[in-house]
């Protein structure tokens, strides 16, 4: 979901602390999480926006680094939130498996080279 769909208020986004400037790929991701984990958020379904993808986006296509990153904020919402008394904690697991899953085949195949297994699951 580009940042550009996205309405919030500037208090939601300060008080769930802005931005997380250490991400690359996927800080607007992050802040969504953390604000729809604190405020009720809502969706409009129909488009509104344009979007362009092609091969100079840097997570379009699903970089290794995006996934990585991916990961990294989905373990810290698990972290975050009792996942269990909401009934989440299935598919937070179940998105954790395949973006595994994503990261392995990403890094066994990059670059037109195949990498050993342990090259591909090391942060």
Known sequence: MPCLTVLVKREAVHKVGGFDTTLKYIEDYDLFLRIASQYKVSCIR???T????????LGGTGSVGMTK?????LKRVVERLDLRAKGHLWRIRKRLVLLWCKLVGQCLWQGGRVKTLAQAILF
Request: charged share 30%.
């Open 50 to 57: 344009q979007y362009r993808i092609h091969d100079g986006n």
């Open 69 to 73: 990153e991916t990961l990294r904020v």
């Open 46 to 48: 129909e488009p509104l």
